[in-house]
């Protein structure tokens, strides 16, 4: 906002315009658009079973979130808090396999080609 005599605002004293204190629980989605806190983030795990290998990378990549099921990969669970482990599994998916969304958005977060 200008001032009347078309200035803008001091930095500080009467007026001045401060960002809203955050909470340090709150951050800001990969997508920037929202704001919510890091416990309601989830990431969706998909895997294309037509396209895996079966070469079992992944189960040690991301531990504890794969599974080998009939010599195909699947996401122990779809819906995860987030997790390093699984975006690395992403990235180095030899068949590019797995896809980690931000579940809320459906925003593509690994891998980025
Ligand atoms: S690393 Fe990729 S190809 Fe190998 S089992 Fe996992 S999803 Fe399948």
Redesign the pocket.
Known sequence: MRREDGAAPAEDGPGARRPPLRDSATVKTVKGNEEMDQDQVRWRIE?DRLA???????LGTAHGR?RLDAG??RPVDELITPDDGVMD?AET???E??TVREAATGEILAPLR
């Open positions: 895997v895996c290998a079966g070469t079992g990378l992944c794969m195909r990969a599994a998916c030899p068949m396999a797995i």
